[in-house]
């Protein structure tokens, strides 16, 4: 039912920082595709599954704004919120916080569904249709 919305924590670790001890700015993108791989997953349907359905989901948009560092050894919360039904595309928007509870950047994803075989667009499964209607 939408919207919907899952949280997952992860800590920062070491490689994933510059010598000032920051977040490099693309990892942020790595933590907004683990949340977004780990919500599909907690609503019992994976990556592995969709693709072994025949559907694969490339990515056709991200973006990122920083309103305040991330360092080594936070942890981070990174909520991911999907509020309109699935098309011809899935838009996941992203909220990544400190524990401290301030917002360290926000931004959305938009992925594509592919039919596997032909590598055109398709329609979103059902199974995930029925997941992300309105209330």
């Known amino acids: 039912m939408l919207p919907f919305e899952y949280e997952m924590k992860v800590r920062v670790r070491y490689a994933e920082t510059d010598r000032m001890g920051v977040v490099w700015h693309g990892d942020y993108l790595r933590y ?27 990515l056709t948009e991200a973006h990122i704004e920083y309103h305040r560092p991330a360092t080594y050894d936070d942890i981070l919360t990174v909520k991911v919120r999907v509020a309109e039904p699935p098309t011809a595309r899935l838009r996941f928007e992203y909220e990544i916080r400190n524990e401290a509870g301030e917002k360290l950047a926000t931004g959305h994803t938009v992925l594509g569904f592919v039919d596997a075989a032909t590598r ?8 995930l249709r029925d997941l992300f209607r309105p209330a």
């Open 32 to 58: 907004f595709e683990d949340a977004r791989t780990e919500a599909l997953r907690a609503c019992g349907w994976s990556y592995r599954d969709m693709e072994r359905d025949g559907i694969m989901l490339p």
């Open 120 to 127: 055109r667009p398709c329609r979103p499964p059902q199974r």
